[in-house]
């Protein structure tokens, strides 16, 4: 083979934008999809049909592979390990995915390595909750699933001990393992994108900030408005991490910035991210090209940006179910906006797609961007 | 149908980068392909294998179709005049294309409609070729086939009567209609690309300098090194011809600027074209999307620069037959450098790729996209 293949695991916008960065290097992205309608596989000439969570489809997939990456943490563990025993090449390691996969054990671990993580404990009772809150700040504290979280989902703001119990009985209705974490006093969150080859060798993203909305990430920022000594400090715990880790291809760090200019890790994904879409346009490297070259052990990209004002706002299904497909020649009105749909048919608090504007001006680059992503939704100001 | 089926004849590279174009817009290329491994059929979910030449694999096409356009001018024009007559919705039309596929008829008209054109005149005899000659400066003149050529080919040179002589047996042989032009002092030949939408509404990106090798685009420097007076009215050319034709979607001017800045019209093409591959990364929206916006009739997109020096280098394969996808790990070393593979194996004189750098001075950029273009086909400086 003169060109390598690449399997990606997952079929959603992820590795749709992935296969589409593949293009130009004349490298046809293999996607393992579980539907032939995920974004990936509408646009894809290489799809498997098959489950994330079935060895045997897996193996299969492997098997045409000479490396395979993935579009979500959503593989089982042991499935993973058991991949790599048999000498499939996983980039990155299902060691390295664990710390995206696990919360706790992520916490715990970073914790060890010195890296700034929130107070946090694992919790099975009312007690256990209560103790943790007394020590920390008193109520609301948080509580959160170790697993399978994201977007909001598997995290709770809670009040009293009532509504700890009512978490905790969730919890061990769907075997859920969880745990507290101290409030944190926030002044924004940010994120920041590595990528990294095999070696270890590296290229950091500048901070994005994250605009959050009901635990989803609606809005980035680049730069994020933040002091540089804040942002140095978050890039440097971006390159410990990845270091720590041994990761492949690209990480996001998402970091709380508590008031005062305190950083504390929140979560990381171990692939391309949501708080990176910025960089398709943003960046002279894109995440999705930086992420294929990492994997592919090639030297990395430049993730230097392309204006001095880079504003991306996602595109969430409305409650009147506009159709972004439909409203798209109306939103390329709008002048120098980047639309990007993921394929996917229109649903409340669905993520449908995102809207990338540059400019010299943050404000002005973001009302475009907003105003955009509002008519694809049907919903203009 | 939510979203339009455009369907593009001819599965090129032009096809493979519109395809890559078209997944933001969550609309799936269609393309019509001769072989199941032209560039866009590798990289496409829809590809139809068939023949340009064959009207019903022609009209099968255009039946999956909302809008049909186009690769390349290959398709007999009494086809797509029958295709057009059926009711089909061509864009551009057969009528503008014309203008693309015969060079004679597209002289004799722009020169009636008095745009700046070469002295011309068609030619069947010695006698004819002598007398062109003599009333347009001596020899050498230039012979020109009406139809069919391309890179270099259908264009000669002659010296003499007796080259003449040769040139018009050759011409017998293939059926061609020839024409002899005058030799133009050429200072440097330029593009300027416009996007045009069926009511009329266009954009003009800025003039671009085609650097030639034996008749082949061998690099791109944007913005042309060229008088801003010279360069509007090269722009100003482009906007009379593409409302002269009524051309939809891309339409691609190429121009001679003679010493003392005299501006002729060399060719046209009416589809995304080799010498706007800059304007992937060098603009805010690339051909290849403002072609879907055109022949979508949507709103076209913003042509302005990223940067103030944008060079393409074709990626030309070399004696040694170096290939580009083996060697495209080495040439991403090089930094910011975008990489274009088509999907082609090597051999010498095809074009198998193009590099793009951006930059602030256009030397500097010059000299890295043409060291990447040399170690993608082995040969480095």
Redesign the interface.
């Known amino acids: 083979m ?2 390598p293949r690449v399997g990606m695991v997952g079929g959603g916008q992820l590795a ?1 934008m992935t ?2 960065a593949a ?4 490298v ?1 992205l293999r996607v393992l999809a579980e539907r032939a309608d995920d974004g990936a596989a ?4 290489d ?1 498997e049909i098959g489950s994330h969570t079935d060895l045997e489809a897996l193996r299969r997939f492997a098997s045409g592979c000479d490396v395979v990456t993935f579009d979500h943490e959503l593989a089982p563990p042991e499935l993973l390990t058991q991949l790599e025993a048999e000498g499939h090449v996983l980039r990155p390691s299902p060691a390295a995915m664990r710390f995206a996969q696990d919360k706790l054990w992520q916490r715990d671990r970073f914790g060890a390595l010195g890296l700034p993580v929130p107070a946090h404990a694992r919790v099975a009772t009312v007690e256990e909750v209560e103790a943790f809150a007394r020590a920390n700040g008193g109520w609301p504290t948080v509580m959160k699933a170790a697993r399978g979280g994201y977007d909001g989902r598997g995290v709770w703001a809670v009040r009293s001990p009532e509504e700890a119990a009512a978490v905790l009985a969730e919890g061990a209705r769907g075997g859920l393992t969880l745990f507290a974490e101290a409030t944190v006093d926030l002044e924004r969150e940010v994120a920041v994108l590595i990528a990294r080859r095999p070696g270890g060798q590296s290229v950091v993203y500048p901070v994005v900030e994250t605009v959050q909305e009901n635990g989803m990430c609606r809005e980035l920022v680049a730069p994020a408005p933040i002091d540089p000594v804040v942002a140095a400090h978050a890039r440097n715990i971006a390159e410990r991490i990845s270091d720590a880790i041994d990761v492949t291809g690209i990480m996001a760090v998402e970091l709380f910035v508590a008031r005062g200019g305190v950083v504390l890790v929140n979560e990381i994904a171990t692939r391309p991210h949501n708080s990176g879409h910025h960089t398709i346009e943003g960046c ?1 490297t894109s995440q999705f090209e930086n992420h294929l ?1 990492g994997v ?4 990395l ?2 993730t ?1 940006a ?1 204006a001095p004002a880079v504003v991306t706002v996602n595109v969430v299904g409305g409650p009147s179910g506009g ?4 409203n ?2 109306a939103a ?2 709008i ?2 906006v ?6 996917k048919g229109p649903r409340p608090g669905r993520k449908l ?1 995102h809207v990338t504007a ?1 400019g010299a001006d943050a404000g002005e680059v973001r009302e475009r961007a907003d105003r955009a992503a509002a008519i694809l939704v049907g919903e203009p100001a």
Chains 1, 2 share one sequence.
Request: glycine content about 16%.
């Open positions: 003169v060109t749709r296969y589409q293009i130009p290097f004349g046809t509408l646009v894809g000439g799809v002279v070259r592919l052990d090639w030297p990209g430049s230097a392309m159709d972004p497909r439909a798209l020649p390329l009105a002048p120098g980047h639309v990007h749909l993921y394929g797609g540059l």
